[in-house]
């Protein structure tokens, strides 16, 4: 079954921009990459979903190769208030499956 | 925007109890979850359902059972409440549109306590 990998954590300063790179080498061919963020005490809350080449929307951008065996999510310009959990997820059978997540620490 | 209320923040009680945790939904989702999430491990699929009275097993399904009467509700159920059963439970709903791969959306999370 398909199984994603993200680093486990990522520490960054205001107004940079973070990429998180999520590999998921058996996905499938009909699959999307969906991302979430998470704060604490809170559920996750779906950022952006692709499914090849290039999304953006309002708050981030997600990119994936042609081969689609990795995504990276790009936050630009990141604040304090960016500080969260960022999960990748792909379909696992009929089961969306959460991996461990990267914990980014935005410092001042 | 889409609202998922889990109908409590904080529950605690004791062990064999039989527990109820409620989740309801207010965009007519076919798809509803129920997800635990402990440190270190993540979230993990408990039960699914994709329709009334339609429910699928998830990856940790021993210890509960579930209930979808109607559409908008999905009560998570404890048998027996045990220990090992303290953790963040949360519910959430998706539509059908692009099968499994719809975006969730999550409640809040109830945090239950099993003493």
């Known amino acids: 079954l398909a199984k994603t990998t993200q680093p486990i954590s990522m520490d960054s300063y205001e107004g940079q921009e973070v990429n998180i790179t999520c590999s998921h080498n058996n996905i499938a061919t009909n699959d999307y990459i969906t991302w979430y963020q998470q704060f604490p005490s809170q559920g996750p809350r779906f950022i952006i979903q692709g499914y090849k080449t290039k999304v953006t929307n309002e708050v981030a951008s997600l990119f994936i190769p042609a081969d689609r065996k990795s995504s990276t999510l790009s936050l630009p310009r990141v604040s304090l208030s960016d500080t969260a959990v960022y999960y990748c997820?792909?379909?696992?059978?009929?089961?969306?499956?959460f991996g461990g997540g990267t914990r980014v620490l935005v410092k001042p | 925007d889409v609202k998922v209320t889990q109908s409590s923040r904080y529950l605690v009680k004791r062990t064999g109890e039989k527990v109820f945790l409620e989740c309801v939904q207010d965009m007519d989702h076919e798809n509803m979850f129920w997800y635990r999430q402990d440190p270190g491990l993540g979230l993990r699929l408990i039960y699914f359902s994709y329709d009334v009275k339609m429910k699928e097993k998830g990856d940790i399904p021993e210890g509960y059972s579930v209930s979808r009467e109607k559409k908008e509700r999905f009560s998570l159920i404890l048998e027996s409440a045990s220990t090992n059963q303290t953790s963040m439970y949360l519910c959430?709903?998706?539509?059908?549109?692009?099968?499994?791969?719809?975006?969730?959306?999550f409640g809040n999370g109830t945090r239950l306590t099993v003493t």
């Open positions: 959430a709903s998706s539509p059908t549109g692009q099968g499994w791969d719809s975006p969730l959306h």
């Open positions: 997820l792909i379909l696992a059978g009929n089961k969306l499956t």
